[in-house]
Every structure is written in C-alpha cells, then in structure tokens.
C-alpha cells in the first residue's frame, strides 16, 4: 500500500516536497516511480527511481527543478519540487512496480498511491 502526501499550494516559484510511505517488508525491492495528472489530461509521468536509489530519471518538463529520492530504511520516497510553474498543477501519483531498471509508462507499474493535490498560483 502507498500512500502519498506533502501536496498544497503554494506561489508560482516556491517549493514543495512530496513523500509516498509504502507498508510491507520489500519496499526496498521496487523500482518507484512519481506522475501527475492535470484536469482533462492524461496522467503523465514525472520522475522515477531504481530500488537501490543509484539512478533517477525524469521527463523534460521537471529536469533540473524536480529530485527524486528514497530513505528504504523508512520505506519512503520523495519528490523535492523547486521553481514551481502554475503548469505543475496536478494531483500526483506514486507507483511502484517490482523488477524494472527504467519505467516511464502507467501501464508499467502495478501499485498506485491515492494521489496528493499540487496546486501553483500564479
């Protein structure tokens, strides 16, 4: 089970850190993985993390503003989001998936979070 918080709102150019706490004893295993889905769009991917936390990646929009990291010892990972844009607006997602080095596709992961609301003013 994944549960996701930390969302708010807060001025175009602020910060927020997002966190996803995961229940079970293999949270350590699973490749995690952040999206975002915008009124009337599609939920998009963000940013994602190998079990071991030694690779990241991210999509265009969020390079360079967005860290993605994990603390497996209290079975968490973060979203640390900086120059924040009226366009991050969105409910955020965390995913885990079991067995993956690189997933960037919803279709990829198996265990969703509830989703926690972003909201950036402008």
């Known amino acids: 089970q994944l549960q996701a918080c930390g969302g708010g709102l807060v001025q175009a150019g602020g910060s927020l850190r997002l966190s996803c706490a995961a229940s079970g004893r293999t949270f350590s295993s699973y490749h995690m993985g952040w999206f975002r889905q915008a009124p009337g769009k599609e939920r998009e991917f963000v940013a994602g993390i190998t079990w071991s936390g030694s690779s990241t990646y991210y999509a265009d929009s969020v390079k360079g503003r967005f860290t993605i990291s994990r603390d497996n010892a209290k079975n968490t990972v973060y979203l640390q989001m900086k120059s924040l844009k009226p366009e991050d607006t969105a409910v955020y997602y965390c995913?885990?998936?079991?067995?993956?080095?690189?997933?960037?596709?919803?279709?990829?992961?198996?265990?969703w979070g509830q989703g926690t609301l972003v909201t950036v003013s402008s």
């Open positions: 995913a885990a998936v079991w067995g993956r080095d690189y997933a960037d596709g919803t279709s990829s992961y198996d265990f």
